[in-house]
């Protein structure tokens, strides 16, 4: 079974830095892309940030502020996130796709304040 585990959320002030992590174990293959998506209470889950082997693909909203990268061989993925902003505070989800399934982590609360 594919398993998805998350770390770095956590309490930032306005203008800080945070680095999500998501890790899959459970499986011998490669993930073929690798999101991050976030939810904000009663807002939609929305999507951040995609990685393939080929492209990214950032949200309007965080471009130029986060980064999204993977060691795709080891099936893991990172989320950069600088010049943090309140309206980032959200619960973050990483996704990744094998083949035709995919599978969601647990999510990781960011909450930025002063």
């Known amino acids: 079974q594919v398993q998805l585990v998350e770390s770095g959320g956590g309490l930032v002030q306005p203008g800080g830095s945070l680095r999500l992590s998501c890790a899959a174990s459970?499986?011998?293959?490669?993930?073929?892309?690798m999101y991050w998506y976030r939810q904000a209470p009663g807002k939609e889950r929305e999507l951040v940030a995609q990685?393939?082997?080929?492209?990214?693909y950032y949200a309007d909203s965080v471009k130029g502020r986060f980064t999204i990268s993977s060691a795709n061989a080891k099936n893991t993925v990172d989320l950069q996130m600088n010049s943090l902003k309140p309206e980032d505070t959200a619960v973050y989800y990483c996704?990744?796709?094998?083949?035709?399934?995919?599978?969601w982590g647990q999510g990781t609360q960011v909450t930025v304040s002063s």
């Open positions: 996704r990744f796709r094998f083949g035709v399934y995919w599978y």
């Open positions: 459970g499986t011998s293959g490669s993930a073929s892309a």
């Open positions: 990685i393939t082997t080929s492209s990214t």
